[in-house]
């Protein structure tokens, strides 16, 4: 019987039993993996609301172009913090990030919309907190 080529004729070798295995972080809770959704899908939907209000306005918005920029700015954070979140990094500016943004919500409070985004971001602030555990893991230091 004759062999094809590329066939593995060897079994394969054996994970070398001296090399300590790279230390995993515990897996994402799911509550993160939710806020991390909620902080990019919502920060998304806010920034076209946003841009959508302003073009529609036209020239006869009475907002002025500072408020604009600063949401559309906090917008952009807001998606990039839930993105950051979700690969386990800057605990400390997702809280600020998303306290300043529930602050902002709850100035709006008597808007159905602002109840919304608030009642999110507080769900997100308390995953935050309830799971910093997660954020601050690092790997044990190697003995050796």
């Not at 950051?84 to 990030?97: H, K």
């Amino acid at each position: 019987m004759k062999r094809f080529e590329g066939a593995i004729t060897t079994p394969e070798q054996a994970a070398d039993s001296t090399i300590e295995p790279v230390p995993a972080r515990p897996p994402r809770p799911a509550i993160i993996e939710f806020s991390a959704a909620i902080l990019v899908v919502g920060g998304l939907f806010a920034l076209f609301g946003t841009l959508a209000g302003v073009v529609s306005q036209g020239a006869e918005s009475q907002i002025p172009p500072f408020f604009v920029v600063l949401f559309v700015v906090l917008d952009v954070l807001t998606v990039a913090v839930g993105l950051l979140i979700r690969m386990g990094r800057s605990w400390v500016l997702a809280i600020n990030v998303v306290a300043i943004s529930l602050f902002l919500d709850l100035t709006a409070l008597p808007s159905p919309v602002a109840v919304l985004f608030a009642t999110m971001d507080a769900f997100v602030f308390f995953a935050l907190f309830r799971h910093r555990w997660w954020f601050d893991w690092r790997p044990e230091p190697r003995g050796g």
